[in-house]
């Protein structure tokens, strides 16, 4: 059965998820391609893998917090994508987990016209889509409406929120990167504390 896939630095645009043919994968080599699918769909599946690689591609929504079933997972890279949320404190139950990879997932401050762009309803919290001058939608949670008007709006796509708390679960991690977000707050303690950690 299959468990190494590489298929890295092509021109692919999706991917088969949730296929039965991929649960003893351990390792997935998607970076630098055009996939644009929601990252919730990667992880159905995949419950063998170990090496999760999808840097460079356009994967967006959040990561889920089902991220947790993946016990066996030591280097999760989802950089230079389109994430937005939250980094769910799930991810620090991957105790196996050697890198995370969160950097670049933050796109410009957009505006656009509310009634032609955003569906021009009462925006009542949570996430929000507008549809981007290049037939695109651009998508944010609630943390990335920038701001709200009578006849506009404007939005920060990416990750926001805090660095999550937990990281002492993690003990084998060397590579910690979540440079070029949308992240505020302080850098938890006990980051400091890793003993294996090489880059951050």
Not at 117 to 124: A, F, L, T
Request: proline fraction near 4%.
């Amino acid at each position: 059965s299959l468990q190494y896939l590489n298929i890295s630095n092509n021109v692919l645009t999706s991917f088969p998820f949730g296929k039965n043919g991929f649960k003893e994968l351990e390792t997935l080599d998607l970076t630098q391609n055009l996939i644009r699918q929601d990252v919730f769909m990667v992880l159905d599946g995949l419950s063998s893998i170990k090496n999760l690689l999808l840097s460079n591609n356009f994967f967006y929504g959040s990561i889920p917090n089902t991220i947790r079933s993946l016990a066996r997972m030591e280097k999760l890279h989802l950089d230079n994508n389109r994430l937005i949320g939250t980094i769910p404190d799930d991810v620090l139950s991957l105790v196996r987990l050697r890198e995370l990879k969160l950097s670049h997932n933050r796109q410009e401050r957009q505006c656009f016209l509310w009634i032609t762009k955003c569906g021009g309803k009462i925006y009542q919290g949570g996430d929000l889509c507008c549809d981007g001058d290049n037939g695109e939608q651009v998508c944010t949670d609630q943390l990335g409406v920038d701001s709200v008007g009578l006849l506009d709006v404007c939005l920060l796509p990416g990750l926001h929120g805090t660095i999550p708390a937990g990281f002492t679960n993690t003990p084998y991690l060397r590579v910690l990167d979540l440079s070029s977000t949308w992240l505020i707050g302080n850098i938890p303690p006990e980051i400091g504390g890793l003993s294996r950690l090489e880059v951050l």
